[in-house]
């Protein structure tokens, strides 16, 4: 089964900075999918990013970009120029190749402050 | 161009009883996939509905079923509820086929067992 790993449990970075959340994956297929969500306190979760294992090119969706580092099984999500409306939590998650399943991790809550 | 919408937004249930919750997907998708997220966790997938047929099965019990219509629209059915299936319940809609079949989520259903 596949398993995704959020550490940080809460991140904190000033308004303007930039701020990296980890994640790390275990999984065993040479295919797989890596996701970003952002799920405020109304509790919709918000598509971010997605990685493809075969994608050479690290993704990047405006200020944010995926730092995908496979050897390391690391896809670390950066938001540049945090703004006060970037606070939420924010989960990683993978799909494997062939299967529909997305498995998140447990989540980092992100808080800009001013 | 309308999102994932779900239906109702939150509901008072006590155990036992049962409960059935719905989900119209983004235009152009037709796929339904449906989770669980308990209060501080990450989302954990139940199943996936891909041309009327359940396409992969979480590890949930046989209370929790499920149904795609025609429309692709979908509920979600819970059977001799627990106090702990109190949780949101997000539904999430993909195409087949592209860009990852990314999943984009519908604002979710609060389920409160008492």
């Known amino acids: 089964a596949q398993k995704i790993t959020q550490t940080q449990p809460g991140m904190f970075v000033q308004e303007k900075e930039a701020v990296t959340l980890d994640c790390t994956y275990d999984t065993s297929d040479p295919s797989y999918g890596l996701f970003w969500y952002k799920q405020p306190s109304s509790g919709e979760m918000i598509f971010l990013i997605y990685q493809g294992s075969y994608d050479q090119q690290n993704a990047t969706e405006g200020r944010y970009s995926l730092n995908f580092q496979k050897a390391r099984k690391s896809a670390n999500l950066v938001i540049s120029a945090s703004q006060l409306g970037d606070s939420a939590m924010y989960f990683c998650?993978?799909?494997?190749?062939?299967?529909?399943?997305?498995?998140f991790g447990s989540g980092t809550r992100l808080q800009v402050q001013p | 161009d309308a999102g994932v919408t779900q239906s109702p937004t939150h509901l008072i249930k006590t155990r036992g009883q049962q409960v059935t919750l719905r989900c119209s997907p983004k235009?152009?998708?037709?796929?339904v996939s449906w989770y669980q997220q308990a209060l501080g966790q990450g989302p954990q997938f139940i199943f996936q509905y891909y041309e009327e047929e359940e396409r992969q099965r979480g590890n949930f019990p046989d209370r929790f079923s499920g149904h795609q219509f025609p429309n692709y629209s979908s509920e979600l059915n819970v059977n001799a509820l627990l106090l702990g299936d109190s949780a949101l319940y997000l539904c999430a809609s993909s195409p087949s086929q592209g860009a990852g079949e990314t999943q984009y989520f519908g604002p979710g259903t609060r389920l409160l067992v008492l």
């Open positions: 235009s152009g998708h037709d796929t």
């Open positions: 998650a993978s799909r494997r190749g062939g299967r529909r399943a997305l498995t």
